[in-house]
Antibody
């Protein structure tokens, strides 16, 4: 059974940093691209970042480019999101999602999602 | 900011057919990128409902169907059931090198 478990969320002040983690199990992690998608309270879904199977290709939404860094450790079956210079508008539930293929930027869907970790940016 | 536009809400009685539109542009759906649909039940994570415009993952009832034409796509739910009450999102890819989601549609079963 595929499982994606996010952690690392919490309350943080504007301008500070936070690192999210996603522990994957139930599939061959290094065969697939992975993504972070967020959902602000009461709002829709927003793609944040994606990384290919071997970290060779990485993409970011314009809203986080230069502030967030995605990475993965295939030996640990883990995905990460380093979030710096956090803003109030980054407040959201952050989901880890598995791509159906190994590459990003090919319009593939996300076939499994975690339950999310909540990030609240407030003073 | 969503670049795929969906109606905020649709509703129907049990057993009826409802459709949800997803309107994009020449840089995403119209550029030939596939459209996918997700169902988000209250308080849960999104679930892949339709992929590659019209394909259903294993376990998704055939009451759900998808189509794509030009710069738009549609999701149809036939034989509407109470358990279908949820938020639905379309997704595609944009030539600006970004995955894009629709604005979301809340389906209410009357």
């Amino acid at each position: 059974e595929v499982q994606l478990v996010e952690s690392g969320g919490g309350l943080v002040q504007p301008g500070r940093s936070l690192r999210l983690s996603c522990a994957a199990s139930g599939f061959t992690f290094d065969d697939y691209a992975m993504h972070w998608v967020r959902q602000a309270p009461g709002k829709g879904l927003e793609w944040v970042s994606g990384i290919s199977w071997n970290s060779g290709s990485i993409g970011y939404a314009d809203s986080v480019k230069g502030r967030f860094t995605i990475s993965r450790d295939n030996a640990k079956n883990s995905l990460y999101l380093q979030m710096n210079s956090l803003r109030a508008e980054d407040t959201a539930l952050y989901y880890c999602a598995k791509d159906i293929g190994p590459h990003i930027a090919v319009a593939d869907p996300f076939d499994y999602w975690g339950q999310g970790t909540l990030v609240t940016v407030s003073s | 900011q969503s670049v795929l536009t969906q109606p905020p809400s649709v509703s129907g009685a049990p057993g009826q057919r409802v459709t949800i539109s997803c309107t994009g542009s020449s840089s995403n759906i119209g550029a030939g990128y596939d459209v996918h649909w997700y169902q988000q039940l209250p308080g849960t994570a999104p679930k892949l409902l339709i992929y590659g415009n019209s394909n259903r993952p294993s376990g998704v009832p055939d009451r759900f169907s998808g189509s794509k034409s030009g710069t738009s796509a549609s999701l149809a739910i036939t034989g509407l059931q109470a358990e279908d009450e949820a938020d639905y999102y379309c997704q595609s890819y944009d030539s600006s090198l970004s995955y894009v989601f629709g604005t979301g549609t809340k389906v209410t079963v009357l």
